[in-house]
DNA sequence: TATTGTTATACTCTATAACTATA
DNA sequence: TATAGTTATAGAGTATAACAATA
């Protein structure tokens, strides 16, 4: 044979699923501010704490430009709120107005949705072993320099605030 | 608690897992042209058969004026070459050269380092499970109006052309 | 001087729509 | 008339750098 099938490419599947993960959920998050990026955004605003807008564009991996624009238009639509945080007057701590929140819980039933559309070829175990699989190399890249992630997983162990 | 972390969100660790790995493959595969979406097409160009543009195009996912750059640009480094079809005149098969064939080995072996420190945080099972689910959930994407997909499963099954 | 967030500019992608040559 | 591939144009998205406020 001359050469393995591109199927065998981790590259392929992961940018057919990632392609057809945000198709689905361009759709499903319709009339959101920022589309799938305004959801991580207003997800990671209805933290219990509130949370400084360069650290969450590192986490989401968005460059902090861009972040601007894309709190700008949630602000907009009254989704979110800028402060300054009293520790450090330079920098702005997000947080989800209520509004927000109940656009999110919305939002979190569409998107439900839409990823289980997504990942129709598997089974419930294999969905969640397919998550789980990809949060640990997710964590992994963005734990080192990440403050958040400690907080992140304890909030995780208990479920509550 | 008010929500739920963002770290829970399938397209976070998605959408990190794929940058991640564009940046390492990026890296592996500098001096490649068109980088991981190059190496995609000469992986498709070495297969047994060769195939028309279109039917690449839609299988990896670019648009059919993109393949065009792409593969003129593999095309003027000596990697690929361009032919009519015989059976339709207007439709051009593509295929890979001989040096296109031994660029590709070495492009295979930076690759597979690179996926390994991408799943670093994974040991060699659930690699071969991470792979294994995310081919699932792209093979279904992509079968349906993809006439490769019968061709290339059969090909996986015997390893041969 | 270094850092957070903002703004402005330039650049790179991508999508759309012609255009050709075949069918 | 419809399709494969190419080319040209316009728009969206992204990166870079400069700037203001604060540390």
Redesign the pocket.
């Known amino acids: 044979m001359r050469a393995e099938a591109v199927e065998a490419d981790l590259g392929w599947a992961l940018g057919t699923v990632f392609r057809g993960y945000l198709r689905a959920t361009e759709e499903a998050l319709a009339g959101l501010p920022g589309?799938p990026?305004g959801y991580q955004v207003l997800t990671s605003a209805a933290r219990c704490e509130p949370t400084?807008?360069?650290?969450?564009?590192q986490h989401l991996g968005?460059?902090?430009?861009?972040?601007?624009?894309l709190?700008?238009d949630l602000e907009n639509a009254g989704l979110v709120e800028?402060r300054?945080?009293p520790?450090?007057?330079?920098?702005?701590?997000?947080s989800a107005t209520e509004r927000g929140l109940a656009r999110l819980v919305e939002a979190n039933r569409a998107m439900r949705a839409a990823e289980d559309r997504v990942l129709g070829a598997l089974d419930p175990r294999e969905r969640d072993r397919l998550r789980e699989l990809l949060r640990k190399v997710a964590m992994a890249d963005a734990a080192p320099d990440n403050p958040c992630a400690v907080v992140q997983e304890a909030a995780a162990l208990d479920g509550t605030c």
Chains 1, 2 share one sequence.
């Open positions: 589309g990026r400084r807008q360069l650290v969450m564009a968005v460059d902090r430009t861009v972040m601007t624009y709190i700008d800028r300054p945080d520790a450090d007057r330079r920098a702005r701590l997000l």
